[in-house]
């Protein structure tokens, strides 16, 4: 799957799709691939402001746990509540139905601290030693 | 035919409650005898439950079937090697089973007059006289009921002692290649963990360690030998480095069987070791227990022991000591597990000073016989000497893309238990083979004859040893829908 | 050097089957000369010269010799008519239970890590979790925990994570004291605070005093019956503690087959001893510890979990799972330390409740609960004897005499009865007050004689 061009990427592997001021926050396919079958994900409640590198929750596979972390600063104004009941979603389609949060960010230029897709893809293929 | 039946019709043994009938019943009671009450007499109705909803109906011979055909689903070390890396699966000798059954231990209750268990507590005291030799230490509690009881047991006693002195600290060092246990037990017992990196023989550098012994640090948890079967050589100055900084050396005991009786922790400059009577002292592992931990303090840890403690008079009777009053508390109600206190005594007396040595002597040989036979067939990622156990990895295996729970799964068909895996953590895809003394030349030849076949498989079918087991009672699970949608009980 | 030779046949054992051809072989394929030769990494300095001082090897004849002579020499149920309770009670043990645990594939595997090789096991946890829930009226229980004592900390740990900012709990003065004191140990160095409430004239707790004491808490815990044998008014404590995580304790788990279960009246966490199912009092250990709570807790859980699933071919299975709230993959963040649990003990609990099953469990909670009145009523009768807590009582109660407990119940011992628990060691002022519990096993016979010796003993004691 080809790493999508409209997202920006932090080292921690979770992705921001940014759309105004509203920024769209999940895993990278790279991120999944690497977790296996997710199981559960721990997501913050509405409302709840971080700042970005804050803990944004945690995702578990049946035999492993990872910290999330918030890749930008701002207020989070919508969980995806279908991930409780189908975690499987962030495997099978993590940039689309698999996001976790929407945040209204407090400000869109954090975004150029992250990397570009074809960043992130030179990052990845270093990290894993290909 | 519903969903339903057709799973209870692939089932392998039904849920004693699918067994379930109105009317049967399994037991039989003496008569009541007193006249009988009317109980809302005795207690008002509003606090009496209706009847057990749910609950079963099944007769003896349903249970005894249950049970029996249970049972049969299950491997065990009686019926051949099992060979989990860290958790010593040996023999379990009967008469220690035997001897925990008599009815003047069996029948005795935790709250009872000294002078009513006096039996008791000489056994009690001679346990900790046995274990203080073996040890080399000059104190050791029996409370603690399982390794990281006994954990959590001394880091509390480590915290105490400095909190004495002035300052708890605030961190304790545990090598990357610990037991989950350590940090967990260290956390509760209110400390932040630093971990140490081992080095490229898997153990722990002195100038890392050096370095890391800031005013801060409590203590240093580590297992001795690690958990690769590596023997940290330099345990004694790093004693040394720990101390003139005033912070102690806690010693996870789990891998005691491969020194027993050949080394003694607290010749080591150790101040503190739990020891798992379920592994060295063959204590039956019972899917996953009961155990016993009891640790050893050096003399600076004594006044912190739990309460009470087991004291001998000079008229040669025994008492409970409650007088400590530094001490970190109880760690438990009552006794510890005093009838597997009793059975890792009575093993210690059938064993003797000569057997408690063979047991490490022949533990080593046997991991090192395994070791030889399977160098050249997977690959060794730490090749420092080990004692009682061997750590491979699955790297030779994987560029057919068959890895360490594909091995681990195959070796399932051969009919022996497979390995620990994936543990330790710095290994990538780890073996870790652990076949105790108990274990006869013919069946580690068995073993080493079926690793060797599963790594030629790997190479030549890696299809077969990936779609592995295929003669076991059920194949792999899906752990992921597990879980993803946890069913934890069973409903009707 | 004293040390003997491992190749020399006089040093075989009988548990370790390598020996002397089978021992120069291996050495043959490791390439080394001798066993010495592969402890080289342990220094010398810290190698023991000599063999340690201890004795044996022992044959089985002086073990049993030995361990027998040690067994004769206790007091205990096995020769006296005893009435000890206070959390450890010796209740009908089915033969079949002790038969079915020295099953070499029960009594001698391992944590059911491969489950595909493990289905006895994991089948048998599932059941035992199914049997809390339906006793105690929640919604998940776990594998086991080590016994009640530590079960409470657990419980209470688990609670204080639930809510944030909040650091105190409230325990009930009534509760095993044993169980408090651990609770003390466990927490002493995580800010935790504690605030006792204490009982009032019938031995249940002061609920104006609970009501007082829940301002600022996290958390409550009650156990019933209580220490004092006392039920609780689980309704009545559950509306003084609006707001808190309740936690009940069980500390004679036979009772959960005539009370009201906590998961009934707004309790969230059950946790409790088991060792009332048909396990020997062996002097306090092995028992085993449970857990059971409200499904939305079912992540926060210490210990080991078993859930269904199925296998590539869609049978039904058994596996761990919910593994990541534990110390092997979270380490130093698990929601407990715990590892070696009482596998072994909550299967015979299994069995216990399986044999007795619906009918058998109501049946001994009522010949407790019919068999104590019986003997309550018997001691209001006797002169000088007073029964301090009127509350109802489930198989245990307090009894008060104008002299000292153990003065009292040494003379019952005479009589080869084991007659109480004297309280006065766990609470001031009680020094007169000792525990006296009554189960199934007693005859009638048993508590007449029992009634009838108290008073002669109180008579004695009055000359």
Known sequence: MATPEDNHYAKSHEYVHLEGDIATIGITEYAQKELGDVVFVELPQVGSVLEAADELGSIESVKAVSELFSPMTGEVVEINEALADNPALINTDPYGDGWMIRMRVSDATEVDELMTAEEYDEYIEKESGH | ?492 | MTLPDPTDPKSSHRYIPNAGEDIREMLDVIGVDSIDRLFETIPDDVKLRELLDLPGPWSEVESRRWFRGLAARNKTGADHVSFLGGGAYAHYQPAVIDQMLLRSEFLTAYTPYQPEVSQGTLQSIFEYQTHQCLLTGLDVANASLYDGSTALCEAVLLAERLVKGKHKIVLAKSIHPHYLQTVRTYIQNLGIEIVEVGWGADGRIDLGALRAATDGAFGVAVQSPNFLGVVEDYEAVAQATEGLTRISVIAEATSLGILTPPGQHGFDICVGEGQAWGIPPQFGGPYVGFMVVREALKRHMPGRLVGETVDVDGRRAYVLTLATREQHIRRGKATSNICTNEALIALAANMYLSLMGKEGLREVATQCLQKTAYLRNKLRGIASLELPFDGPVYNELVVRTPFPAETILADLEEQKILGGIPLGPFHDGHENDFLVAVTELHTKENLDQYAAALSAAISRERR
Not at chain 2, 175 to 189: E, I, L, Q, R
Not at chain 2, 473 to 490: F, G, N
């Open chain 2, 1 to 492: 035919m519903t969903e339903e039946q057709t799973q209870q019709k692939t089932a392998l043994e039904p849920l004693i409650f699918e067994r379930s009938k109105s009317g049967r019943r399994g037991y039989q009671l003496p008569d009541l005898e007193v006249p009988e009450q009317d109980l809302d007499a005795i207690l008002p109705a509003g606090l009496r439950r209706s009847e057990i909803q749910d609950e079963v109906e099944v007769s003896e011979v349903d249970v005894i079937r249950h049970f029996t055909r249970l049972s049969k689903l299950n491997v065990s070390i009686d019926a051949g090697l099992y060979p989990l890396g860290s958790c010593t699966m040996k023999h379990n000798p009967r008469i220690n089973e035997e001897i925990a059954r008599t009815p003047g231990f069996a029948q005795s209750h935790p709250l009872q007059a000294e002078h009513q268990v006096q039996g008791n507590l000489e056994l009690l005291w001679t346990l900790e006289q046995t274990l203080k030799e073996i040890f080399g230490l000059p104190r050791v509690t029996l409370q603690p009921v399982a390794g990281a009881h006994g954990e959590l047991t001394g880091i509390l006693m480590v915290h105490k002692a400095l909190s004495k002195s002035g300052n708890a600290r605030k961190y304790i060092l545990i090598p990357d290649s610990a037991h989950g246990t350590n940090p967990a037990s260290a956390a509760f017992a209110g400390y932040e963990i630093r971990e140490l990196k081992s080095n490229s023989r898997g153990t722990v550098d002195l100038s890392t360690l050096e370095a890391a012994v800031t005013e801060d640090v409590a203590a240093l948890m580590i297992t001795v030998p690690n958990t690769l079967g590596v023997f940290e050589s330099e345990i004694k100055a790093m004693a040394d480095i720990l101390h003139a900084k005033g912070a102690y050396l806690y010693c996870d005991g789990a891998n005691l069987n491969s020194f027993v009786g050949i080394a003694r922790p607290g010749d080591m400059g150790i101040d503190v070791i739990h020891s798992n009577l379920h592994k060295t002292f063959s204590t039956p592992h019972g899917g996953g227990g009961p155990g016993a931990g009891p640790v050893g303090v050096s003399e600076s840890l004594i006044p912190y022991l739990p309460t009470p403690t087991v004291e001998k008079r000079e008229d040669g009777t025994f008492y409970l000591d409650y007088s400590h009053p530094d001490s970190i508390g109880r760690m438990r109600a009552f006794n510890g597990n005093f009838n597997v206190l009793v059975r890792a005594l009575t093993y210690m007396r059938s064993m003797g000073p000569t057997g408690l040595r063979r047991i490490a002597q022949m533990a080593v040989l046997n991991a090192n016989y395994i070791r030889a036979r399977l160098k050249k067939h997977y690959h060794l990622p730490y090749d420092a000497p080990s004692l009682h156990e061997v750590v491979f990895s699955d790297k030779l295996q994987t560029p057919k893309d068959v890895h360490t729970l594909d091995i681990a799964k195959r070796l399932m068909d051969f009919g022996f238990h497979p390995p620990t895996i994936y543990f330790p953590l710095i290994v990538s895809g780890a073996l870790m083979i652990e076949p105790t003394e108990s274990e006869p030349k013919e069946e580690l030849d068995a073993f080493c004859d079926a690793m060797i076949a599963i790594a030629h498989e790997s190479q030549e079918r890696p299809e077969l040893v990936r779609s592995a087991p295929h003669t076991t009672p059920v194949r792999r699970l899906d752990e992921a829908r597990a879980a993803r949608q946890p069913v934890l009980r069973w409903k009707p």
